[in-house]
């Protein structure tokens, strides 16, 4: 027969003698017994109460290729911990023909060995739980105690023979000048860089990255603070950085916990969440790169491309130029007077559709002028019932009650009008198209949606479908009924043959444009499409 010997040893006690002693033990069983070992299967520090060991794997997966018709172990405790597992893996080396033989546990084929197996099995499990028990009940004393439980060991300690924190004349200091450096505005990259050049490693002898400033910076045993599981022990250990220190720092880790890349999108990337891909409707998202030359250039690219997620084509496009498109085209609708016209009677419509209470409310309050009015036009005639001077009563009543809600609408959303608006409008052609708050806020206010091709791009705005974004789906819906407007109800944007009539027409102004780069760089010419 042939065999494979699988041989184990837990984390709780890592020696590779075990490992030596094992291989020994099932070498010679499998040579009393006439049987030809093929390989050797060796899970160093892996539990058996998981399956999720490497060499074990191997093993099973190797099992179906019907090469060796036995398993030999030391003790099955080294096979499996777990009876769930052990009648799992058991049922799939059988299916393939193996079967797992102990070396040191002899069990019978017949009914009795079932039932001895089982019970080593279970003793097994029994065993592994009541050690994990142990091990948690004898760290959780030596917690109480604020003693050393294994782990990794932070920068600036070292641990005495009675297994207690003790100060690192050599590193501790610099673990100070760490949070001190922070907290007087040093980046955790400037720390890292000093650190790394004065020679301090971390405690597997490597030198220290940016993670390992970001924990070191949040580690509260810096305070003394000692923890296990729910135990938390203050000035369990020694203090290496003041209590007042640590908390500056934690303040300014919180300040700056935005994420780069959101930062990036936000801050330096104007028509993030605006800027979409005309092939698949996805964002486009800013990326930057470092060129061989150091300098670094900046993009939008489709986040389908990105993280291929579709076979989308489209081509990232430069930050700086898209950007400048966009605002320079934003620039030329607020500077025409009649595109500003047009938008400020867009708005005055949308405001009075908005508020449907007040137009109503109007239109009661001229009625009940105009009845009290007739009603005083038929007492000058001579006309004076009891019921006349009743409904002048109510019809008062009813004046009154009316123009105490116009005024309480008009406070709660008072009217814009059509003279401030214009005013407003018109402040946005001082901006200072090169300050990018400037450019954010031109952007903000004016620009819905950017459909981008590779030869066209499709500016929606926000001055006539309110501001909700416009999809994809939209797009897509009007471009099949031939709508080709900004507003997807608009007229065609001119072409270039008639740009010089455009400034006649303000819907033209904001249309859909192309356009098209030439072979040439530095020609940019913007077409209609």
């Given amino acids: 027969m042939k065999a494979v010997i699988y041989a184990r040893y837990s984390s709780d006690n890592q ?17 009393k017994n006439g049987v030809t070992i093929l390989r050797h299967y060796i899970d160093r520090a892996f539990s058996a109460k998981t399956d999720n060991r490497p060499e074990f794997q191997n093993m099973v997966k190797d099992s179906g290729k019907r090469l060796f018709d036995m398993v030999i172990v030391w003790k099955l405790d080294r096979f499996a911990r777990n009876r769930y597992d052990s009648a799992r893996y058991k049922a799939t080396l059988k299916k393939n023909g193996v079967k797992v033989v102990s070396a040191t546990e002899v069990i019978s084929d017949g009914a009795e060995g079932i039932i001895l197996e089982s019970v080593l099995e279970g003793y097994a499990e029994y065993y592994s739980a009541d050690l994990s028990e142990k091990v948690v009940r004898g760290m959780t004393e030596n917690a109480l105690k604020s003693k050393y439980n294994g782990g990794t060991l932070p920068i600036g300690y070292l641990i005495d023979s009675e297994q207690y924190f003790q100060l690192d004349p050599l590193t501790a200091p610099f673990v100070l000048e760490a949070f001190q450096r922070y907290d007087e505005g040093a980046t955790m990259k400037e720390i890292r860089d ?3 050049g004065q020679g301090v ?3 597997r002898g490597q030198p220290l990255t940016y993670n390992s400033i970001q924990h070191l910076l949040n580690n509260r045993r810096y305070i003394g603070e000692y923890t296990y599981r729910d135990i ?6 020694p203090a290496i950085v003041p209590q007042e220190l640590f908390d500056r720092v934690q303040e300014r880790l919180a300040k700056n916990k935005k994420a780069p890349a959101r930062y990036k999108a936000e801050e330096d990337y104007l028509l993030t969440t605006k800027l979409f891909c005309g092939y698949c409707g996805a964002y486009l998202c800013g990326e930057s790169g470092t060129s061989h030359t150091g300098n670094t250039h900046r993009y939008y690219k489709c986040v389908s491309v990105k993280k291929k997620r579709t076979e989308c084509h489209k081509k990232s496009v430069r930050k700086e130029w898209i950007e400048d498109l966009v605002v320079g085209e934003t620039m030329k609708m607020v500077m025409d007077d009649k595109a500003i016209e047009a938008i400020v009677s867009m708005l005055m419509e ?33 006309i004076l019932t009891k019921s006349t ?35 407003w409008l018109h402040r946005f052609r001082k901006l200072d198209v090169r300050q990018k708050a400037h450019r954010k806020m031109l952007i903000d206010t004016f620009i819905n949606a ?46 270039l043959v008639d740009k010089r009539d455009a400034g006649k027409n303000p819907v033209l102004r904001y249309g859909i444009f192309a356009h098209k780069r030439r072979k040439s760089k530095e020609s940019r010419t913007i077409v209609a499409h």
Avoid: W
């Fill in 15 to 31: 020696r590779e003698e075990s490992i030596e002693g094992q291989i020994r033990e099932c070498t010679t069983f499998a040579e």
């Fill in 194 to 196: 000093y650190l790394n």
């Fill in 201 to 203: 490693k971390n405690t």
């Fill in 232 to 237: 938390v022990v203050p000035e369990g250990i």
């Fill in 350 to 382: 949308l405001q009075d559709r908005e508020n449907v209470n007040l137009p109503l409310y109007e239109q009661q309050l001229r009625e009940a002028d105009i009845a009290i009015q007739n009603l005083l036009n038929a007492i000058q005639q001579g």
């Fill in 389 to 423: 001077k009743g409904r002048l009563e109510e019809l008062e009543a009813a004046k009154e009650e009316l123009e105490t809600r116009i005024a309480c609408e008009k406070l709660a959303k008072p009217k814009v009008s059509a003279e401030f608006m214009t005013f």
């Fill in 450 to 495: 950017i459909f981008l091709y590779d030869d066209k791009m499709v500016i929606t705005f926000n001055h006539k479908e309110g501001t909700d974004t416009i999809t994809f789906d939209d797009l897509k819906a009007s471009s099949a009924a031939g709508k080709t407007g900004s507003d997807l109800d608009c007229l065609t944007a001119p072409s």
